[in-house]
């Protein structure tokens, strides 16, 4: 499996970004597609997750700004970053559980497959 982050970028506070996630070597999709992000000085936290059925869960903070979503036809995964906010730059991480899971969660360890990020700068 190998993953390619693109579409991070410097806007201001209260504009729009599209993140995307192209997946190679994961024909079926049953399993765990999420974002995770690193800001300056902390930990990397999970953002976004969604299922093989398209249940989504969001970070509490980015809940109603941010939609997470994939199409399969283009082996992709999208971010769909609204209204934001200094607090969300950070290195943006697309990360993948290709196997069948009964429930997604944010937890880092749920995920072995990873891309290498794609920054975003978010300006007052």
């Known amino acids: 499996v190998h993953v390619v982050e693109s579409g991070g970028d410097s806007v201001q506070a209260g504009g729009s970004l599209r993140l995307s996630c192209v997946v190679s070597?994961?024909?079926?999709?049953?399993?765990?597609l999420a974002w995770f992000r690193q800001g300056p000085g902390h930990e990397r936290e999970g953002v976004a997750v969604?299922?093989?059925?398209?249940?989504?869960s969001y970070k509490d903070s980015v809940k109603g700004r941010f939609t997470i979503s994939k199409d399969k036809a283009k082996n992709t995964l999208y971010l769909q970053m609204n209204a934001l906010k200094p607090e969300d730059s950070g290195l943006y991480y697309c990360?993948?559980?290709?196997?069948?899971?009964?429930?997604?969660?944010?937890?880092?360890?749920?995920?072995?497959?990873w891309g290498q990020g794609t920054q975003v700068t978010v300006s007052s």
């Open positions: 969604i299922s093989n059925s398209d249940t989504t």
């Open positions: 070597g994961y024909r079926h999709w049953v399993g765990c």
């Open positions: 990360a993948v559980n290709p196997y069948f899971s009964q429930q997604c969660s944010l937890g880092e360890s749920g995920f072995p497959y």
